[in-house]
C-alpha cells in the first residue's frame, strides 16, 4: 500500500514535535475544515503561519500526496518512454508534488517551486532538505501570488494541485492559461474528489482542449466531457503516518484518498486506450457492471452476465480506475442470451 516516503513522514514528525501537540492537531482540523469547507469561507488563506502550516502537512498533505502520486502514476502508464527534465509546482504548498514527481520519474532534472504563503515555503524547504532526492533536494522555492503569474520559461511537468478550487473563480481561467503557457510537456491538474472540484478540473480541460491540448488521463479521448448530471474520480488508498491519525482523531491505518483530474499534453499519448473505468464495479447476483469512459467521447456500461462466468469474473475484477485498451470480450455472450 503507497505510504509517504520514510524521510518526508520523518521531516514531519520531527517538525511536529517542536511544537506542543495540542496545538498542531487542533490547527490541522481548523485547517482540514477550511480545505473541505463551501467557497465563500475560503476568503482567507488555507494555511498561513508556522502552526497552520505544520497542521497541513500532518492532515491533509498524506492525502494530497497520495491523490498525486495516482494521478502522476495514470499519466506516466499512458506516455511510456517519457521523462520530464523540468517540473515547476504552482501554489506548491510544503512541495508536495516534488516528493510526487521524484516517485514517479526519479530521473527529473530540476524542480521549481511557487507558492503565496511564506510558512509553508519555509516548512516546504525544511522538509525538502530531508529528501534522500537531490532534486527534491535542489528544488527552487519562489515566493509569489498566481494573481501575478507571468512565466517566462517552460517546464517539461506543471502541476496545478489542489490550487484551483483555492482561487477566486475569476481568477482560474487565467491560471490555466499561464501553466499552459509555461508548459512544454504535461500540466496536470489534481483537485478532491468531490462533485464541486470535478466542475472546476472539467472547465480548465475543456479550456485546454480549446487550445489544443491532449487528453492524456483519465478520459481515453479529446472530446468534452460526456459526463452530464454526473462527475467522475478515482480512489488512491494510502497507509495514513501516525501523525494524520492523531490529526484526524481516527484510528484506522488507511484511507482511500479520492481525487479528480486531467493530464493534458502538448503530444498525444503514443499508448492509445479503449477507455477508463470510472466507478468501482458493481456486481449481484445476476451480473457484473462496470462503468466506463470510452474513446468514443461516451459513458458505457459494460455488463457480463453471472452464467458466463470468465465474462462475469473479468469484469468484476476491473479495477475503479483502471485503463482499458480492448472492450472486455462480454457483449456477444450477453446478447446470445
Ligand atoms: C490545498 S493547498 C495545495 C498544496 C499542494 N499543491 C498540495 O497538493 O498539497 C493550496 C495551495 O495553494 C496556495 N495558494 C492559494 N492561492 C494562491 C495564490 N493566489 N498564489 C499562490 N499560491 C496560492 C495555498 O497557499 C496552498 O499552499
Not at 530540476?110 to 504563503?117: I, S
Not at 509555461?182 to 474528489?193: H, K, M, N, Y
Request: charged letters at 20%; glycine letters at 6%; proline letters at 7%.
Amino acid at each position: 500500500m503507497l505510504a509517504l516516503p520514510n524521510e518526508l513522514r520523518d521531516a514531519i514528525a520531527q517538525a511536529l514535535a517542536a511544537v506542543p501537540a495540542q496545538r498542531w492537531i487542533h490547527a490541522a482540523q481548523e485547517v482540514s475544515a477550511r480545505y473541505r469547507g463551501p467557497r465563500s469561507a475560503k476568503h482567507q488563506a488555507l494555511a498561513s503561519g508556522t502552526e497552520q502550516a505544520l497542521g497541513y502537512a500532518a492532515l491533509v498533505l498524506p492525502a494530497t500526496y497520495a491523490q498525486l502520486v495516482g494521478a502522476f502514476a495514470a499519466t506516466a502508464a499512458r506516455l511510456p518512454g517519457w521523462q520530464p527534465s523540468t517540473l515547476l509546482d504552482l501554489g506548491s504548498g510544503p512541495g508536495t508534488a516534488l516528493w510526487a514527481a521524484s516517485t514517479q520519474w526519479p530521473n527529473i532534472g530540476a524542480m521549481y517551486a511557487y507558492e503565496r504563503e511564506p510558512a509553508l515555503l519555509s516548512l516546504g524547504r525544511t522538509l525538502a532538505s530531508a529528501s534522500a532526492h537531490p532534486t527534491v533536494q535542489a528544488a527552487h522555492w519562489q515566493r509569489g501570488d498566481l494573481a501575478q503569474f507571468a512565466p517566462t520559461e517552460c517546464y517539461d511537468l506543471v502541476v496545478l494541485g489542489h490550487v484551483l478550487n483555492e482561487l477566486d473563480p475569476s481568477l482560474r481561467q487565467q491560471v490555466v492559461a499561464r501553466a499552459w503557457a509555461a508548459t512544454a510537456g504535461v500540466l496536470l491538474i489534481v483537485e478532491p474528489g468531490t462533485a464541486v472540484a470535478f466542475e472546476v478540473v472539467r472547465a480548465a480541460r475543456e479550456a485546454l482542449l480549446v487550445e489544443g491540448a491532449y487528453t492524456i488521463a483519465p478520459c481515453a479521448h479529446n472530446l468534452p466531457c460526456p459526463l452530464a448530471n454526473d462527475w467522475c474520480h478515482f480512489p488512491q488508498r494510502l497507509h495514513r503516518p501516525e501523525f494524520q491519525r492523531r490529526a484526524r482523531g481516527a484510528p484506522s491505518q488507511w484511507e482511500d484518498s479520492k481525487f479528480a483530474y486531467a493530464a493534458m499534453a502538448r503530444f498525444a499519448s503514443p499508448a492509445p486506450i479503449w477507455g477508463r473505468v470510472i466507478r468501482e464495479p458493481a456486481y449481484n447476483k445476476a451480473y457484473a457492471e462496470a462503468i466506463v469512459s470510452t474513446t468514443h467521447g461516451v459513458i458505457e456500461a459494460v455488463r457480463a452476465l453471472k452464467r458466463h462466468r470468465e465474462a462475469f469474473r473479468q469484469v468484476k475484477g476491473l479495477e475503479w480506475g483502471q485503463a482499458l485498451i480492448a472492450p472486455p470480450e462480454v457483449e456477444a455472450s450477453a446478447e446470445a442470451d
